[in-house]
C-alpha cells in the first residue's frame, strides 16, 4: 500500500501525452532526517515526464537532498520512487553537478571525458564514436574538445559536463544548480543552451535552482517547496512560450509568475 497522499499537485496538473498515458515520475511516503533533524516525512509527490521542473525553496529546506533521493545519489530512510512504474535503477538517469571542476576528470581530455559514460556502459569504441559525434553535431559545440578541462572556462567546462551528461540519452537530467558557479553572461548563455537541449530532447529534467528568475525562465512547472519539516508549497505552471527570450522574461507574464513565486517564498521564509 502507498503511504496517503500528501502535496500531489502535480497529479492534477499534468497532461496526458499523445499515448493517452501520463508519464510520471511517482514519490511515495519519503523519509529522511539528518542527525534528528527531520527533513521529509512521508513526502510524496507526482512529477510528470518530458517536462522541464525547477526546484525552489527556503535555504536547507532539502531541495539538494531531494534529487539526490529520487536520483539515487543518496539513500532514503523510508519511501519509494518509481519513474513510469519503474525503478532507478531500471532508468537512464543522468546528473549535472555545481562543481564541474570536480565533476569533470583532469586527466582526461574534454572529449574522453564525454566518452566516458559509454565506456563505462561498455559500448563498443566505433558505436562510442558515432554517439558523440551525433550529440556534438545536434548541439553545434564550438569548444576545443582535445583540451583538457582546467584550460577551458567555466562555461565551458559546464557545457562538458552537460554533454557527458547527455551522452547516454537519459530520461530524466538531475541539474543542481549548474550555473551557480558562472558569472552573469555565461550564465544567461548557458540557460539559452540548456532550452535549446530541452527543446530538442524533451528529456525530463530536474534542477534546483537558488535563482528565482532561472527557475521560472526554464521551467514547465515551478516546485515551491515549505520550510522543514518540507512539504509542497505550490506548483505552479509556467505558461510560457519557448523559447524563453528576453522579450518573454521581462513580460507581464513573467513578472507576474515571478511575483507570485516570491509570495510563497516569503510566507515560508517568515513562517506565516
Ligand atoms: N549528508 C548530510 N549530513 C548531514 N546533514 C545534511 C547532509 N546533507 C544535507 N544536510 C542538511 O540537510 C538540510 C538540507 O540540505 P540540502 O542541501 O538538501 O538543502 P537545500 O535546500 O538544497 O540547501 P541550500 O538552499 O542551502 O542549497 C540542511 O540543513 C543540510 O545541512
Not at 500500500?1 to 497532461?15: E, F, I, N
Not at 496526458?16 to 516525512?41: A, E, Q, V
Not at 512504474?85 to 562543481?99: H, K, L
Not at 552537460?162 to 551557480?180: C, G, H, K, N
Request: with cysteine; glycine share 6%.
Amino acid at each position: 500500500m502507498h503511504a496517503p497522499r500528501q502535496g500531489v499537485a502535480g497529479a492534477d496538473v499534468v497532461s496526458p501525452r499523445s499515448s493517452g498515458r501520463t508519464r510520471l515520475i511517482t514519490i511515495r511516503g519519503l523519509d529522511k532526517t539528518f542527525g534528528g533533524s527531520t527533513i521529509y516525512k512521508d513526502f510524496s509527490l507526482d512529477l510528470p515526464q518530458g517536462r522541464f521542473i525547477s526546484i525552489f525553496g527556503p535555504n536547507g529546506c532539502g531541495k539538494s537532498t531531494l534529487i539526490n533521493m529520487i536520483s539515487g545519489l543518496a539513500p532514503m530512510d523510508a519511501g519509494e520512487v518509481l519513474y513510469d512504474g519503474q525503478t532507478i535503477q531500471e532508468t537512464r538517469i543522468s546528473y549535472v553537478f555545481q562543481n564541474y571542476r570536480e565533476a569533470l576528470f583532469p586527466w582526461l581530455r574534454a572529449i574522453d571525458n564525454i566518452h566516458y559514460p559509454l565506456k563505462v556502459m561498455g559500448v563498443p569504441a566505433a558505436e562510442r564514436r558515432a554517439r558523440v559525434d551525433n550529440l556534438l553535431a545536434e548541439f553545434e559545440v564550438k569548444i576545443d574538445l582535445n583540451a583538457y578541462p582546467y584550460t577551458l572556462s567555466g562555461g565551458q567546462q559546464q557545457t562538458v559536463s552537460i554533454l557527458r551528461a547527455l551522452v547516454t540519452s537519459p530520461e530524466v537530467l538531475f541539474l543542481d544548480e549548474p550555473f551557480s558557479a558562472l558569472d552573469y553572461e555565461m550564465t544567461l548563455f548557458m540557460r539559452e543552451q540548456l532550452q535549446k537541449i530541452f527543446m530538442k530532447t524533451r528529456t525530463t529534467m530536474l534542477l534546483v535552482s537558488h535563482d528565482l528568475e532561472e527557475a521560472i525562465q526554464l521551467a514547465d512547472k515551478v516546485l515551491l517547496l515549505t520550510r522543514r519539516p518540507t512539504r509542497v508549497a505550490e506548483i505552479v505552471d509556467v505558461d510560457l512560450a519557448w523559447p524563453r527570450t528576453a522579450a518573454v522574461t521581462t513580460s507581464e507574464r513573467f513578472t507576474g509568475l515571478k511575483r507570485h513565486c516570491l509570495d510563497v517564498f516569503w510566507r515560508q521564509v517568515k513562517g506565516e
